[in-house]
């Protein structure tokens, strides 16, 4: 008398978990990807606009050099509250959030003044489609960071009243961030400028 002792397996994956992202932190990014396509499209349009003819060229404002350094500089900042926030060093965070919030001003501060020295060097918002486009390009890229120093200006209130610590880096990671885009967004400006002015 033989008896089958065959047993039946059966192969059982194991789920495959998601990949995960914070809510918030996908919206920032549809954000950021949909101002990158902004600032594409205008800059597009600017070499389009510029082949065409009829087309002013003049120097950058000297003081958009600066900027550009204060706006490394403000990132370099806001990188080290970031780091200081994860390893609960929540009195250097609190200084170099600070620092970032100045320098962010000084950068608004000092493109401003950049637009003075167009202005005194004849070249206006309405006129001639170059200094349109500069003004408009530069503009946006400025809006967008009193928008980045509103963030910054929370996150600093969030870190004085011990919202942030190492366990609680969301927001942090998500000004950090937006910070370094916009700091980013600011040299491809920048360059782009020098080389299509």
Known sequence: MSTDNTVDLKIVEEPKRPLAMHPKKFGMWLFMASVMMLFMALTSAYIVRQAEGNWVYFELPSLFYTTSV????SSISMQWSYNAAK????????????ITSLLGFGFLIGQF??????VTGNIYLVGNPSGSFLYIITGL????????????????NAVYTGKVDSK??????MCTTY???????????????????
């Open 168 to 173: 609680n880096m969301t927001k942090m990671e």
């Open 87 to 98: 390893k609960d060093n929540t009195s250097y965070s609190k200084i170099m959030l600070l």
């Open 113 to 118: 003044f950049g637009w003075k020295q167009l």
């Open 70 to 73: 204060i706006i490394i500089l």
């Open 179 to 197: 910070w370094h885009f916009l700091g980013g967004l600011w040299l491809y400006l920048f360059i782009f400028l020098l080389l299509y002015r």
């Open 141 to 156: 890229h400025g809006l967008h960071i009193v928008s980045a120093i509103v963030f910054l200006l929370i996150m600093l």
